[in-house]
């Protein structure tokens, strides 16, 4: 069996041009949560084979990271949130 490794880089996440996409911001508010961690959420939801490293700047931002791991997104919050492009 051949593994591969694959690296994804979400720097429009750094930059902040997620948070003008509306279906996030809808289930953001549903769970008192920012953008960044809808979308880190369903990235942890998306593969049980993808682990996403972080570059966090700031305690704040490693709390906000960790904290993105308890939220459980429903079935049409997530089938939702894959259907973006952007």
Request: proline letters at 1%; a negative charge; charged letters at 20%.
């Amino acid at each position: 069996m051949r593994r591969q490794t694959r690296y994804d880089l979400f720097s429009s996440i750094a930059a902040g041009s997620i948070s003008g996409i509306d279906t996030i911001q809808e289930v953001a508010d549903a769970h008192d949560a920012t953008v960044y961690q809808i979308a880190l959420a369903w990235l942890l939801e998306h593969s049980a084979v993808v682990l996403p490293i972080l570059d966090t700047a700031s305690l704040e931002h490693l709390v906000e990271n960790v904290a993105a791991a308890s939220i459980s997104l429903s079935n049409e919050e997530y089938s939702r949130s894959a259907t973006l492009d952007g």
